[in-house]
């Protein structure tokens, strides 16, 4: 079903607060990871303002649908997230990685309101992600699991471990999501270490893959709907998108992969926020 | 002569038994499962078991979703790729989460035999141990190796349980108590405590028996519960017979004897000797052969009690 242009507008403002979320706490941090955290905006907007069926007020909800995010640096863009859907208040967000937060500096799963699963440590989601969706199928559950991965992630060898069992097991109740914004800490993937060509390599370990736009919130739900009428086989939606989107003097550059913004620095990418 | 049987044996039995009373246990295994003995599950309950092929970091975070999505996983492989080629996984998603699956190790330590050090997982409970809320139970025969099981299931939270590959006697009643923290006494002695696990227990007994003949009487502890350790036994015992012998089937660092060395340097020092392996790898050979020439036997544990008896005395 085609989406209203009201409801895109929606979405695509709620895109731009979870984008100023994320410059601010991560400034008032003085650490973290921007780069990654802005690039999969629209892919959390589509999960978790249209797809997910969650319930804030029961986050542990037996029947909700599973969202894991494996690129767990990525941290800031989730808990804007799941702040603006009212799983814990906005303001908690400002204190992101200081001394007893909820907020760790990596998810962690027993401290914050609608994190599934801790993670941090790269290639380790999908397989639990497949863990979930083997239960999910054990007991005839209608409800999906979504993952997130980093395109550098899949340089974890795990990661093709896990792509290889999901299709094994026919886990059709799994979609993940690829946020390929080719740069990694060190540099661009393919310098670093290629992992390409991805979307060639998801096929071939027996994935049905849909290539989007993952700036594009309507095409990033499309293959979401189309994701869950394909039986037989687990899908994986690869999402072409720019590391640090939305504030021009992070996009495409991989310095901004770990780094904070200075107080000038977050002013300047709120004022392009706006 | 006590009956002899492999606890990886009593195991497969008493995963059947879990399955059949709860119907959330599931069973994985990385390849395997004939050696395991985790193929028994799967004859039975074919749709709650997953070979996850030879992938052991992979199956532990698949027992980790498992486990969040409300399964009682059992995670089976050989100690050393357990421990070792999964630990990450397991530290930083299972422990970390505190996720409710349980690790079934078997081919513990270097009575592996012929297949070498690669498949000799000497190391595994100091890796296991150091782990923030892990719990590390070492069953010591098949009488105990159910028990061992059970109280795992029964546990919310991680747990790494020890097995061994070969045919080992059995010591224990099946009336014995098994309770997670605890240790069980076999034999009362007032001139040293032996304080074994897994394999090693058996030898423990035969080494009391010979120390009587010789002038001492030596308590025999076991050690089942790793960690957490029965605390108080060990303060007791040592109080009261004031030396003290491990005797595991594992390095000596880091494993039961280092946890008793602790407990023992802040509550209660007293001489302490390990029968463990000492700063090597195994290799090849017959159990028998590979446990005499890491000194591994219950002569190893009568000259450990002798020299731990003479030291009280200086």
Not at chain 1, 44 to 66: G, Q, T
Request: hydrophobic share 45%; glycine share 8%; proline share 5%.
């Amino acid at each position: 079903m085609a989406l209203s242009s009201d409801k895109i507008a929606s979405l695509q403002s709620r895109a731009k607060v979870i984008r100023q979320h994320i410059i601010r706490m991560i400034g008032k941090a003085g650490s973290g990871h921007p780069g990654g955290s802005l690039s999969a905006v629209e892919i959390l907007v589509a999960l978790y303002f249209h797809k997910l069926r969650i319930n804030h007020k029961e986050p542990k909800w037996p029947d909700r649908d599973r969202f894991l995010m494996s690129k767990g640096h990525a941290a800031p863009v989730w808990y804007a997230a799941l702040a603006e859907v009212g799983f814990f208040q906005v303001k908690e967000l400002d204190s992101l990685r200081k001394m007893g937060s909820t907020l760790q500096g990596h998810p962690d799963m027993k401290r914050t309101p609608g994190v599934e699963m801790s993670s941090g440590s790269l290639g380790q989601g999908l397989s639990i992600s497949n863990g979930i969706a083997m239960a999910g199928k054990l007991d005839n559950k209608p409800w999906r699991v979504y993952a997130l991965l980093g395109d550098g992630e899949c340089q974890e060898g795990q990661v093709w471990e896990a792509a290889m069992s999901a299709a094994h097991y026919k886990l059709d109740n799994l979609c993940a999501l690829l946020d390929f914004n080719g740069l990694q800490i060190d540099g661009p993937i393919e310098k670093v270490m290629s992992p390409l060509p991805l979307a060639d390599k998801w096929a071939a370990f027996g994935w049905n893959v849909i290539t989007v736009d993952g700036h594009n919130i309507e095409e990033i739900i499309a293959a979401l709907d189309k994701a869950e009428t394909i039986k037989g086989k687990p899908t994986m939606i690869v999402c072409k998108t720019v590391k640090g989107k939305g504030v021009s003097f992070m996009e495409n550059r991989h310095e901004w992969h770990g780094k904070a913004p200075n107080p000038q620095q977050v002013e300047a990418a709120l004022r392009e926020l706006q | 002569m006590p009956e002899l049987k492999c606890t990886r044996e009593a195991c497969g039995n008493a995963l059947v038994e879990l399955g059949r009373a709860n119907k959330d246990i599931v069973v994985l295994s990385a390849d395997l499962a004939g050696s395991t003995k985790a193929e028994d599950f799967g004859k039975v309950f074919p749709e709650r078991f997953f070979n996850m092929g030879i992938a052991e970091a992979n199956m532990m975070n698949t027992a980790a979703g498992l486990a969040a999505a409300g399964k009682i996983p059992f995670a089976t492989t050989f100690a050393i790729f357990a421990s070792g080629r999964a630990w990450e996984q397991i530290r930083n998603t299972i422990a970390y989460g505190n996720l409710n699956v349980k690790i079934i190790a078997t081919h513990g330590g270097i009575s592996v035999g012929p297949d070498g050090a690669s498949h000799q997982g000497i190391e595994d409970i100091a890796l296991m141990r150091m782990i923030p809320g892990m719990t590390v139970l070492v069953p010591c025969d098949a009488v105990e190796t159910p028990k061992a099981l059970f109280a795992a299931s029964e546990y919310k939270g991680p747990v790494y349980v020890r097995l061994a590959r070969l045919k080992i006697p059995i010591i224990t009643q099946l009336t014995d108590s098994f309770v997670i923290g605890k240790f069980n006494v076999l034999k009362e002695g007032a001139d040293a405590t032996i304080i074994a696990c897994g394999v090693m227990v058996a030898p423990a007994l035969n080494a009391a028996e010979t120390l009587i003949k010789e002038g001492i009487k030596a308590t025999v502890i076991n050690a089942y519960s790793i960690k957490p350790l029965d605390e108080e036994r060990i303060i007791s015992y040592a109080k009261k017979t004031g030396a003290i012998v491990t005797a595991e089937e594992h390095l000596a660092t880091g494993g039961l004897g280092s946890a008793v060395a602790d407990i023992l340097a802040a509550n209660c020092p007293a001489p302490l000797e390990m029968v463990a392996i000492k700063d090597r790898f195994g290799q090849s050979g017959e159990p028998d052969e590979l446990m005499k020439e890491y000194r591994l036997t219950s002569e190893d544990i009568i000259k450990a009690a002798k020299k731990a008896f003479a030291r009280k005395k200086q």
